[in-house]
């Protein structure tokens, strides 16, 4: 059976096109401002790239923010459960997932056969999210791709104490002033993501294994924080940031 799965988020869409458990295609572009487009386009370049028509597509399904924009799935199914069954794929033992996107963020709770039990999301304010981290990279003129090595360097994580982004780039504009170093804030920024994300996942419970997804989880030096505020490795699948999508073509199959 050959599916699709289209994962329409508010920063990136996301889709992939499966055929078993075998990823035949998979794409990411930028959502921008019409949620519509960016999922006919994924759907294009999959199939382009598949070497496929639509009509030999035997279920797409569509999830997250945007996932009612598009006319062309069978059906439309919560980014929820969707990743869920994504990171069980990826990671059979994993029981705890941490999804860190755009601008939201969610912990899933998971039985060991891959069913969500609970879960948390924070989709009201953009703080530790990848919006939050473009933020604070814009503020000290960094590419937002080498974040993660720089925290690394640093030495004494900088104490960044508001959850707003907003107020938090007024702190790290004042760490800057005061003439802490580049390291040592964004250590502190990664470090204020976790702790955040810590509280969220307190709230559904924390099972290992724990596997991060999301555009996020490309960052190592928040998995990093992560691990050392829960005390336990933090597995980040090869295909991370199309967990989404994995999960809604593999339910596709299932008819679920």
Do not use: W
């Not at 945007?66 to 033992?93: L, Q």
């Not at 090595?149 to 907003?166: E, H, M, R």
């Not at 993501?193 to 559904?204: G, K, S």
């Amino acid at each position: 059976m050959i599916s699709c799965g289209i994962d329409i988020g508010s920063v990136t869409a996301k889709g992939v096109i499966m055929e078993g458990e075998t990823l035949l295609a998979s794409a990411i572009r930028f959502t921008g401002y019409n949620a519509e487009n960016a999922g006919e386009n994924v759907l294009a370049t999959l199939l382009k790239q598949a070497g496929l028509k639509q009509e030999q597509l035997n279920a797409i399904v569509a999830t997250g923010y945007g996932r009612n924009s598009v006319n062309f799935t069978d059906k439309t199914m919560s980014e929820i459960i969707c990743h869920g069954a994504g990171a069980h794929f990826a990671v059979p033992s994993a029981r705890t997932v941490i999804d860190i996107g755009g601008q939201d963020s969610k912990v899933i709770l998971l039985s060991t056969a891959g069913q969500v039990l609970n879960f948390v999301m924070n989709d009201k304010c953009a703080a530790g999210t990848g919006r939050f981290l473009e933020v604070m990279a814009r503020a000290l003129e960094t590419d937002l791709d080498g974040f993660g090595q720089l925290s690394l360097k640093g030495s004494t994580p900088a104490a960044i104490s508001s959850t707003c982004t907003v107020f938090a780039e007024s702190e790290v504009i004042s760490l800057v002033a005061k003439g802490e170093s580049r390291e040592n804030i964004i250590a502190g920024i990664h470090r204020s993501i976790a702790a955040r994300t810590v509280a969220m996942a307190n709230r559904v419970g924390i099972v290992p294994d724990i596997v991060m997804t999301g555009g996020v989880s490309r960052n190592i030096g928040v998995v990093r924080a992560l691990e050392k505020l829960l005390n336990l490795p933090v597995t980040v699948p090869e295909n991370a940031q199309l967990t989404g999508a994995i999960g809604a073509a593999l339910l596709a199959q299932r008819g679920k």
